[in-house]
Nanobody
Framework: VQLQASGGGLVQTGGSLRLSCAAS????????MGWFRQAPGKEREFAAA????????YYADSVKGRFTISTDVAKNTVFLQMNSLKPEDTAVYYC?????????????????????WGQGTLVTVSS
């Protein structure tokens, strides 16, 4: 599995960005696709995930209502639309994938539940 993230950048508070993650290497029908983020000096944390097969979505409380995860199935691409950005959203954002058939949704927030990672893309929100 190869995951290529892009779309990070510098944005002002209240602004928007859309991250993309191009996935390749296999069929993702039975996979969860997700986004994590890691701020300087902090642990990597869960942001959002989607079950590729039926489109079910999951969000961290900190981003719920502001971030939207979606997919373009034809292009094997996962997006993270980020609106109403805050300085505390500043982080390196990582896309991730993991087989989902036997994974409980409650485990999605755990870094160790994810098997494949892309390189990060930096999002900086200025105050």
């Amino acid at each position: 599995v190869q995951l290529q993230a892009s779309g990070g950048g510098l944005v002002q508070t209240g602004g928007s960005l859309r991250l993309s993650c191009a996935a390749s290497g296999r069929t993702f029908r039975s996979y969860y696709m997700g986004w994590f983020r890691q701020a300087p000096g902090k642990e990597r944390e869960f942001a959002a995930a989607m079950w590729w097969s039926d489109g079910s979505t999951y969000y961290a409380d900190s981003v719920k209502g502001r971030f939207t995860i979606s997919t373009d199935v034809a292009k094997n691409t996962v997006f993270l639309q980020m609106n109403s950005l805050k300085p505390e959203d500043t982080a390196v954002y990582y896309c991730a994938a993991t087989r989902g058939l036997f994974l409980q949704a409650s485990r999605l927030t755990h870094v160790g539940s994810w098997t494949d990672w892309g390189q990060g893309t930096l999002v900086t929100v200025s105050s």
